[in-house]
T-cell receptor, first 111, second 113 residues
């Protein structure tokens, strides 16, 4: 697999702590917001999505929060593990299939 | 388990040469996407197909790039002629209509000298 070493914002957390990754979006007409994880040498992997009429959605160890007032999206990872180390992208689409990806945030998990 | 495959995984070529990248979507998926990832631009959508028909290729330089789906099991992205600025990792992804989840392949790292 492949990945690209982007100069990205970086978040460093201790193993076992909770992580919060933030994202600002621009299109208030977007219907869905999506989080992807990209590990080194691999393609992005879907984590969770949230529809624009929701403000919170939970998955396994992850929670996505949506604040449409300030166009802000966050991904919370509970009990962060070394395997969570990756680049995390937020993405948005308008209900079709044109998905626009953000710049990404690199998460480092310290053992 | 089912996954998107891409070939080649790495390609080094000289400026002016034709490059063809291939993708096999997950069996049964009816949407296919091509993305390009670079340090400067991040992950950019180049083109996408639904039921083998191109829906949007506005992200693709039309003069040198072309994307096709000869059949449901093969998507191709061609660059002719290639230029050094085309150097990037090219990802293919597939999915199902109505589902936000896209399944990405491992990518093709293209280097144009």
């Amino acid at each position: 697999g492949e990945s690209v070493g982007l100069h990205l914002p970086t978040l460093s957390v201790q193993e076992g702590d909770n992580s919060i990754i933030n994202c600002a979006y621009s299109n208030s007409a977007s219907d869905y917001f999506i989080w992807y994880k990209q590990e080194s040498g691999k393609g992005p992997q879907f984590i969770i999505d949230i529809r624009s009429n929701m403000d919170k959605r939970q998955g396994q160890r992850v929670t996505v929060l949506l604040n449409k007032t300030v166009k802000h999206l966050s991904l919370q990872i509970a009990a962060t593990q070394p395997g969570d180390s990756a680049v995390y992208f937020c993405a948005e689409n308008t209900g079709g299939f044109k998905t626009i990806f953000g710049a990404g945030t690199r998460l480092f998990v310290k053992a | 388990d089912a996954r998107v495959t891409q070939t080649p995984r790495h390609k080094v070529t000289e400026m002016g040469q034709e490059v063809t990248m291939r993708c096999q979507p997950i069996l049964g998926h009816n949407t296919v996407f091509w993305y390009r990832q670079t340090m400067m631009q991040g992950l950019e959508l180049l083109a996408y197909f639904r039921n083998r028909a191109p829906l949007d290729d506005s992200g693709m330089p039309k003069d040198r790039f072309s994307a096709e789906m000869p059949d449901a099991t093969l998507a191709t992205l061609k660059i002719q002629p290639s230029e050094p600025r085309d150097s990037a990792v090219y990802f293919c992804a597939s999915g199902l209509t109505g589902d936000n989840e896209q399944f990405f392949g491992p990518g093709t790292r293209l280097t144009v000298l």
